[in-house]
């Protein structure tokens, strides 16, 4: 724990050195990063500043990928990546996969179209860096949907009938999971069944939510159809693309060696276990710009340091998004 | 009928929350009775109703209009005149978004200057809005508010369409509160040549507060001053244009300056923080603190954080605090504020200076912004001169008879 300290205060010391808005934070909140001596100390920084500044901590001639958030509401979050950094995030994705899967690559479905389909691989959406990240534990990859974003049951089952009876992954945004596995996928054209598949999916609960499914349901619905046992929810963002957590058999997200969390009350002071917060995440991973420690926009329950799953880390759910609707003011009108 | 303006309000794309949907159009004479009788009843419905008192904003409006109040506009107002006065005809009113209060003042200035208006609601589903309106309706219904009902409507559309452009045709003047782009957006549409606007932009406002004279006070009058200060920035979370944001010390001296502690214990009893509203107040903050070279805390309490700045220069209007953020900054003298006000500056709220040394400060030639000095506590007063404007002036047309 101590040198995932040292390693965050060397990162945001690099990043206040090298990002004229990021000092200006540090500064204006005097903070000296050499003094910190506890994790929860580490300054965070709102997630929406990467809507409103450029942060970078390299040379601007040294980023070679962008990557932007789908951004739902309004503005959408812009991150720029070093070759160091983009590395990086494949690194430990990879550490934190394997950790959970094995060293040994599987077979693996992705519920969404080929990303060869791009044409400016420059400007990456979250969606297919997600897809890029998640691949580093596959082999063998096939695309479920085709070009005409129709199901490709014949590419599906030519698949199935050469992998069925191994560990197969299929990866895919929770809301994809619903559209196309729960929705649109017609199992009486499958000729071999997912007995073996492992479903991992994330990419936030609103659309679900909305249509009031839990995660519970999700499993339930998704058991019931396909006989599928084990959907790993993970929770990740793109401002931290490269460290995720995941979702362990009792439904809790671990934390791991690569990224931590801390609950934070109304008076952003830690939150007390059970009790619902804002959620922050602090990861190693970053490296071009000062996204090491994040507050966002998400609440999050921490459930304790310890978890009856056998698996190390800290346990946490995540609850739902935070509600800014209620602005008083005269500012403006909408 | 020769001369008669109608203006038809049904269409798809206008919801009529309630009202008439055409409105005819006449010069009604300022202060008439049936529109005092109104906004009298209006205010007492409000008063009467305990449940009602959480909102402080709603309830500042219906103590603004009670009867004695509007009363002595009504004679200040023919005291002083001597030509006939009427309103101007149909108004537009487009009010900020989520803050009833506003949208509750421009009817009721429209209302009192003799004019006929259509108000746009921007959120009718916001806690305010919906009891307001829902006040106003029932009276609407009152056989002896007849002409109010006939002569007035409240609004909803979305800001895309093309409602706003189309009503700027017709109306005879429009009462317009927004932000830069809002403003600039209705200044380019076409309106009659005789349509009179009224322009309530965004502005800035500071407090100046003499140290000396507050270590001075006793606990009960630091307190008092305290609530007052709180009253003017956390009732609509430090959103309100006449808020301060940026308080100067005069002869701020080596003493330990407790006002913040004060107002921290303060707002910690009074003000209900959420997470919401925590991840906005957050979100403002780090957007300041990114952005500027200039800063630094001085204070960070429970609910509070003051942040110093170490030099006054034309980026502080931009410093503005949210549900718990000041800014501060010690001067020696008024002087300083000549350089630093300028046409964005709406109000500033004042301690323990005499007034008349603030009135000279505003009479210098070059101050050249400025709308209201007031003592703290005053600072989200709204009244029939504000902004800079007397309103009635704004929305009458005289009639001269020799």
Request: hydrophobic share 35%; with cysteine; charged share 25%.
């Amino acid at each position: 724990m101590d040198n995932f300290l040292t390693e965050i205060k060397k990162k945001i010391s690099k990043h206040k050195n090298n990002c004229k808005n990021y000092k200006n934070f540090i500064n204006s909140k005097n903070i000296n990063i050499d003094k910190i001596n506890k994790l929860e100390n580490i300054p965070f920084i709102h997630v929406n500043m990467f809507k409103d500044y450029e942060l970078v901590s390299v040379k601007r001639d040294k980023i070679f990928l962008e990557l932007n958030s789908s951004g739902t509401s309004g503005k959408s979050s812009k991150i720029f990546l070093d070759k160091e950094n983009s590395v990086n995030q494949k690194k430990y994705l990879q550490k934190i996969l394997q950790n959970e899967f094995g060293q040994k690559r599987q077979p693996f479905i992705i519920l969404g179209q080929n990303p060869l389909f791009l044409k400016d691989r420059r400007k990456i959406g979250a969606q297919v860096a997600a897809f890029l990240g998640f691949s580093l534990i596959g082999k063998n990859f096939f695309y479920l949907k085709n070009e005409y974003d129709k199901i490709d049951y014949e590419g599906l089952n030519n698949f199935l009938s050469k992998h069925w009876k191994e560990k197969i992954l299929i990866f895919g945004f929770t809301s994809k999971v619903y559209e196309i596995l729960i929705n649109q996928i017609n199992k009486d054209k499958l000729k071999f069944p997912l007995l073996n598949a492992t479903i991992i999916h994330g990419g936030g609960w609103k659309k679900l939510n909305n249509i009031g499914l839990t995660n519970d349901d999700l499993k339930k619905v998704i058991y019931k159809k396909l006989k599928i046992k084990k959907v790993i929810n993970y929770f990740g963002f793109i401002e931290q693309t490269g460290s995720i957590f995941l979702e362990c058999s009792l439904g809790y997200f671990h934390t791991n060696d690569i990224a931590d969390v801390y609950i934070r009350d109304k008076d952003l002071n830690l939150a007390k276990k059970n009790q619902e917060g804002i959620l922050q995440c602090i990861s190693i991973v970053p490296t071009s710009y000062p996204g090491n420690s994040i507050i966002l926009e998400d609440k999050a329950i921490f459930k304790g340091n310890i978890c009856k799953c056998g698996k190390p880390g800290k346990i946490f759910t995540v609850t739902g998004r935070l509600n800014k609707a209620d602005v008083r003011g005269c500012s403006d009108i909408s | 009928m020769l001369g008669d303006a109608v203006i038809s309000l049904e269409s798809k794309e206008i919801n009529i929350i309630t009202g008439s949907k055409k409105i005819l159009k006449k010069n009604l004479v300022p202060f008439n009775k049936v529109s005092l009788d109104f906004l009298t009843k209006l205010s007492q419905t409000i008063l009467e109703q305990k449940k009602y008192y959480k909102y402080n904003d709603l309830i500042s409006f219906a103590f603004w209009c009670r009867k004695g109040n509007l009363k002595k506009k009504h004679y200040n107002f023919f005291n002083h005149k001597s030509h006939i006065t009427k309103g101007l005809g149909i108004l537009l009113h487009v009010p900020p978004s989520n803050t009833p209060v506003a949208a509750a003042y421009s009817f009721a200035f429209g209302l009192l200057s003799g004019n006929m208006n259509i108000i746009r609601i921007s959120d009718p589903n916001l806690e305010n809005i919906k009891i307001l309106l829902g006040i106003i309706h029932k009276l609407l219904k009152v056989k002896k508010f007849k002409k109010i009902k006939e002569n007035n409507t409240f609004i909803s559309y979305e800001r895309e369409t093309n409602v706003s452009n189309n009503l700027s045709n017709l109306v005879d003047g429009r009462v317009i509160w927004g932000g830069e782009k809002t403003i600039k957006d209705f200044k380019k549409m076409d309106t009659k040549n005789s349509c009179r606007d009224i322009f309530f932009d965004d502005k800035y406002s500071i407090s100046i507060i003499d140290f000396k004279k507050y270590c001075l006070l006793s606990e009960e009058k630091k307190n008092n001053l305290i609530k007052n200060f709180y009253n003017d920035t956390f009732v609509m979370d430090q959103n309100a244009c006449s808020s301060p944001h940026l308080i100067f010390w005069l002869n701020k001296n080596l003493r330990k300056n407790d006002f913040w502690e004060r107002l921290d214990n303060f707002v910690e009893k009074k003000y209900e923080l959420t997470k919401d509203l925590q991840n906005i107040k957050y979100d403002r903050l780090n957007k300041i603190l990114f952005k500027f070279d200039f800063l630094k805390e001085s204070k960070n309490l429970k609910r509070i954080s003051i942040y110093k700045v170490n030099n006054l220069n034309s980026e502080i209007i931009n410093l503005r605090g949210y549900a718990g953020i000041f800014f501060e900054t010690e001067i020696k003298n008024l002087n300083i504020l000549e350089k630093v006000i300028n046409e964005k500056f709406q109000t500033v709220t004042y301690f323990g200076i005499n007034r008349l040394t603030l009135e000279n400060l505003a009479e210098k030639n070059d101050v050249t912004g400025l709308c209201r000095i007031v003592p703290i506590g005053q600072a989200i007063d709204m009244d029939l001169i504000w902004d800079g404007k007397n309103v009635l002036n704004e929305l009458t047309r005289l009639i001269e008879v020799r």
